[in-house]
């Protein structure tokens, strides 16, 4: 049955197509972006709701804190699992093809998202809860190493010599616009309910919306993937996937290189998302539904910053623009932490001021060591170096955060970024061949 799904959905792919005649990188890039957000939204979702929801429902019998923290820690699952993803997909890559891949990947991701809006509570099953919430979130993260399609790579290779920083960004568009989304949704949800409506159901509605936008994202990407000029990249071993022992063989100190050259900017990613949030929601009196629009403000500013990035990385060079935001990292994370204690204009000026230099650093961390990889490991090359990176820099960022500043006060979640700016740099310095 899901051969013959697979074999449909890319008949009418193939349909679509028909009357195009190639791709040009305006129409990649809409792919790129739509893929990209759809992902991110489902990363929000489950990130937003891992603060208000999950250890309230999932783990009521510890206090608040601790709930979060749990929650947090199978939050990181995912990033544990996608690189198992990546391994499994890129071999479903190798014997179906990429169609195949991508839609199985996005299929197991879609299933696993709808089934947390029918998680039952602790109140219903006890313990089971919080096993079927890892379930879950480990389906998302084999899942998601399977949504790699190379597009990104396409885009790259698709784009003029002096603007190649300009299109670097496009992909990470995604992130905060899956941010906008995901918080506008969860504040209208938790503004307009009672609180009881928000627990009983509320709750469960974006975790529908996300499998209607994954659909949506599905079709747009396989549009793309069965073009004749995506198949004759295929074809020329130019975006064809390579074993992933044979990968790290050949390319495994740029595979490292790679995960730890964005470390700030990933460690940052978190710092201005998922750990503010939940500091804000154990900590601080007013209602989580005001901070949830600061953020969608401050990700308004970050989509700027990262179009930003694009123009000022073709003029001074991507290696120059990563290590001055590491640096500019390193400086916001000794006094910026402490804003979220200040207030709601200290939390809007952290917010707005962590966004905007993530924006610059994020906008041009995807790829920026993958970009050398050869022709014939590129393709697994990258997937591999992001899954890596999110890993080291992103997985575990929310639970040692909000553990190191419970613990020992928010300059500590600041000593905590202030390391991934340190590793970036010195990743950065060992890269010699990055592109300046």
Sequence with gaps: MMTSSIAAVERDARLVNARHHGVNPGEIAIGVIIGRTSEFFDFFVYAIASVIVFPKLVFPY??????????????????????????????????????????????????????LAFLPDYGAIGAAAAWLLALSRIGQGIALGGTWDGLASLLAMNAPENRRGWYAMIPQLGAPIGLVVASGLFAYMVNSLSAEDFFAWGWRYPFFVAFAINVVALFSRLRLVQTPEFERLFVNRELQPAPVVETLQVEGKRVVIGA???????????MVTVFPLSWIFLNAQHETGAFLIIEVIAAAFGVAAIVASGYIADRVGRRTLLGTCAA???????FAPMLLDAGKVGELVFMVLGFVILGLSFGQSSGSVASGFSQQYRYTGSAMTSDLAWLFGAGFAPFVALFLSSHFGLIASGLYLLSGAVCTLAALGLNKTLSS
């Design 260 to 270: 730890f050259a964005p470390l700030a900017s990933f460690a940052l990613f978190h």
């Design 62 to 115: 510890v206090d608040p804190l601790t709930g979060t923290l749990w929650s947090f820690a199978i939050f990181a699952l995912a990033f544990v699992a996608r690189p198992i993803g990546t391994f499994i997909f890129m071999a479903i890559d190798e014997s179906y093809g990429r169609s195949a891949k991508l839609t199985i990947a996005l299929f197991l991701l879609g299933i696993s998202t709808v089934a």
């Design 328 to 334: 500019a990292i390193a400086v916001f994370s000794g």
